[in-house]
């Protein structure tokens, strides 16, 4: 996230009213908010109106419902969906995944019951919204969604073939193939000819070369194929079919349902689940296309023109705006709404920065329909046919299916593919579940345990494999194969799982303590052949996750007395909270640097060596500098997440970063930041403050005339941020959520702030930037709290640090 500050060298007149620490002025009061429709929005709800535009006319088509129908959806999708929903960027409107349900339900309950289910669904989605389940639909096996898609992608392609070649598709898949030998043998070379043509320029126009190809690529595909088709059908005086839009005052509205009760609420589960899965899908693949465009991450809003920071996507507020459109659509006689990937692609590749993009599209598809009308007339319905056949066949996603091939989940997606396609979606896809449970079912249950004695590497030692997971159905296996292993004989057991239940563990534990008893030894270790300790839970050790990172003293289960031992695979450095042993005496610090290293070299080196190893042989390449305080209480590793050759880390009091030309002597930040850049190839440098700095409180409390001291002299690079801070002209530094708690830790975060722009003013990073090489971040640690925050940019005026949640960072 790149923090975006302003460069101006600071004032040194403002240094002599520092001896006093200020007070953190109130902060100012928020301009009234203008709206205010970004260029970048405009011209992406253009791109994004004309792909909606012949795609609901299609849709439509290839439901029967009434054409007004798809132009209804799209405007109602793109202004009360845009508005309300979750995912700004996300564009919503008649779907081709929505095409066999809403089919089904026009031939079996007529027009006016459908846009009662419609608006039905709409409120089933309002009500789980408002229980914020959404995520919960995502729990769904990935290979039962992908078979769904492809078997409606096959249901739409077969149905429109027929539309292709002149014809009328019949009612179901079985019955379109079995007319389709009658169809061929009765062309209609008018129709033939325009769905042929419509096809070329679809497949064509993406792959035009050269620099004009270039310029031309970015009129989308869909419209140059409808637009073409039309020309070439009205300059060559073509008869045939072509799109009939009745006057909008016969525009058919909902009615009451009318048909079976089962059969209404099955017709409504089945769109709510289409609707809403597709939905939620696709803002989920919306927060990963928004994720490969950093400035939409970041955000300038503070800035004219800037771009706003888009956030990811809010699940459950997106339910409720699907919900909500859907019962609008509903109401006025619209198709039934969900989110469209095509159009949400082609939205953020477009350069849109805010949902008012998603509602200008919304806006020109009512105008289209309202004065467009005679044009979209001249539309012959073989063209709309052949680009919704060709919509169906990308259904049909060659990487879907390479994916769930490597995952082993092939029958899975054959089931659901084929039983979309055979018997519904709604039944398709309970077998796709079904098929999907039992499939989870075996794998957990199957499992693979084999003995054998090696006479190898170590001679005389008994194998025991375990391949798969340990639960209570692999008990007896598992029992009857270490009862292979003869008395008093040295055994290693692999386990090769994620998983084992109580019932194995107890099994296990029982069996080693009975063969140890027995004179004999046992091993247990994972895949990587590492030696497995016992667990963390174990009788007399009260050892967490966490204690890693901590100088822990484990306590004996009788004796009470102190082990001093850190849990395996702990890499943490010597420095106890607790630094007393058993008679209450500190620990020599000595001691404890040995004790240490010497867990370290017992439990964490041979973890880590081949990675090393491979470090040493390569060399360094880290992706980022990472610039902060000294404070022992900051972890970068751990806050970060990082291992060895992931941050080439500069550590000083107070994470200051002198201005070229002022380090007296003392150029290392300087060369840190030279080699960092020029020549490690660092991607970002992130300058980290922390709570309760103490060169913070020592700069506040900082009085003129006293000694020179080397800690004096280094803390006059924090003077910029003392000057910032109490500045009334300068942007103001603060938390999301909440006041700063004091003016130690506004200082903290205007220091962040200041010290980027100290950066900015260093050659290679200046270069860099100009490049578009690098980029810069604030971060903000609360050690307190645990919590870290984000510098997100500016927000009406002030500099804003936004806290990060486990699953990201908040909108």
Not at 742 to 751: I, K, M, S
Not at 775 to 782: A, P, R, T, V
Request: contains cysteine; charged residues 15%.
């Amino acid at each position: 996230m790149s923090a975006c500050v302003p460069t101006r060298a600071p004032d040194p007149t403002r240094t002599k009213r520092m001896h006093q620490p200020p007070t953190p002025p109130p902060l100012p009061p928020r301009p009234p908010r203008r709206f205010r429709v970004a260029g970048a929005d405009v011209s992406a709800s253009i791109a994004v109106f004309l792909i909606a535009l012949p795609l609901s006319l299609g849709i439509a088509l290839a439901t029967g419902a009434p054409l007004q129908a798809g132009l209804v959806a799209a405007a109602v999708g793109g202004l009360v969906a845009g508005r309300l929903g979750g995912s700004p960027l996300q564009v919503s409107g008649p779907a081709a995944g929505l095409t066999v349900v809403t089919a089904e339900l026009i031939q079996r309950y007529g027009w006016r019951t459908t846009c009662a289910i419609t608006v039905l669904a709409g409120l089933v989605q309002l009500g789980l919204g408002c229980l914020r389940v959404a995520r919960t639909a995502l729990a769904v096996s990935p290979a039962v969604v992908h078979g769904m898609l492809a078997g409606i992608g096959v249901t739409i392609a077969v149905a429109q073939l027929h539309i292709v070649l002149g014809g009328t598709p019949e009612s179901s898949v079985l019955d379109n193939l079995r007319a389709l030998p009658a169809q061929l043998a009765g062309l209609h070379p008018a129709a033939m000819s325009m769905s042929v043509l419509t096809l070329t320029l679809l497949l064509v126009w993406p792959r035009l070369p050269g620099r004009s190809g270039c310029v031309l690529r970015r009129v989308p595909a869909a419209l140059v194929a409808v637009s073409g088709a039309t020309l070439t059908a009205v300059l060559a005086g073509l008869s045939l079919p072509k799109v009939d839009l009745p006057s909008w005052r016969s525009h058919a509205l909902a009615g009451l349902p009318d048909g079976p009760v089962l059969g209404v609420v099955a017709a409504v589960l089945t769109t709510t689940l289409v609707c809403s899965v597709q939905s939620l899908l696709g803002a989920v693949a919306v927060d990963k296309l928004v994720a490969s465009r950093p400035e939409l991450l970041a955000g300038k809003a503070g800035q004219p023109g800037g771009a706003a920071r888009v956030g990811r996507a809010d699940m459950d507020r997106e339910l409720l705006g699907q919900g909500a459109a859907n019962v609008v659509s509903g109401v006025l006689g619209g198709l039934p709404v969900a989110g469209v990937a095509v159009r949400s692609s082609a939205n953020v590749h477009a350069g849109a920065v805010s949902r008012n993009s998603t509602m200008l599209h919304g806006v020109f598809v009512v105008v289209a329909a309202l004065l467009m009308v005679p044009l979209l007339e001249l539309i012959p319905l073989a063209s709309l046919a052949a680009l919704v056949m060709a919509v169906g066949i990308q259904m049909v996603s060659l990487h879907h299916i390479r994916t769930v091939t490597r995952h082993r989940e092939v029958l899975v997606y054959a089931v659901t593919t084929l039983g979309v396609v055979v018997l519904g979606v709604l039944e398709g896809v309970t077998l796709g579940v079904a098929v999907a449970v039992a499939v989870a079912l075996h794998r957990l249950a199957r499992t693979r345990i084999t003995y054998e004695e090696r006479h190898d590497e170590r001679e005389g030692v008994h194998y025991v494999h375990v391949r798969g997971q340990l639960t209570f159905l692999a008990v007896p296996r598992l029992s009857r194969t270490l009862h292979l292993v003869p008395r008093g004989a040295d055994a290693v057991v692999e386990l090769d799982g994620s998983f084992m239940d109580h019932a194995a563990y107890e099994s296990l534990q029982h069996w080693q303590n009975t063969h140890t008893a027995q004179g004999g030894t046992v091993e247990v270790t994972g895949r990587t052949g590492t030696r497995i300790g016992a667990p963390a839970s174990a009788p007399g050790c009260r050892c967490r996750p966490w204690t890693p990172w901590r100088n822990h003293q484990c306590e004996g289960p009788e004796s009470g007395q102190q082990l001093g031992e850190p849990a395996s695979g702990a890499t943490g450095t010597p420095g106890s909270s607790d630094p007393a042993g058993p008679s209450g005496a500190a620990e020599p610090s000595g001691h404890q640097l040995a004790r240490g290293i010497s867990a370290f070299q017992r439990n964490t080196a041979p973890l880590v060596r081949g990675e090393l190893a491979r470090l040493a042989r390569e060399g360094q390449r880290p992706a980022q500098l990472f610039l902060t305080c000294a404070d022992s209480r900051l972890v970068t590793s751990m806050i970060t997440s990082s291992g060895p050759g992931d941050l080439f880390v500069v550590r000083n009091v107070g994470n200051l970063v002198p201005l070229p030309g002022e380090e007296s002597g003392d150029d290392s930040v300087a060369a840190a930041i030279e080699y960092a850049v020029d020549v490690l190839k660092v991607r970002s440098i992130t300058v980290c403050g922390h709570s309760g700095c103490g060169a913070m409180q020592a700069l506040l409390n900082m009085e003129p005339g006293r000694a020179r001291t080397p800690l004096r002299r280094w803390l006059r690079h924090g003077l910029p941020s003392l000057e910032r801070m109490t500045a009334t002209d300068r942007p103001w530094a603060r938390l999301a959520g909440r006041a700063p708690a004091d003016a130690v830790e506004q200082l903290c975060l205007t220091n962040v702030v200041q010290q980027l722009e100290h950066l900015r003013t260093h050659e290679s990073v200046a270069r860099a930037l100009r490049e578009g090489e690098l980029e810069l971040h604030g971060m903000y640690f609360h050690v307190g709290e645990a919590q870290a925050y984000l510098l997100t940019g500016a927000v009406g005026g002030d500099e804003v640090f936004d806290h990060v949640r486990a699953a990201g960072v908040s909108a």
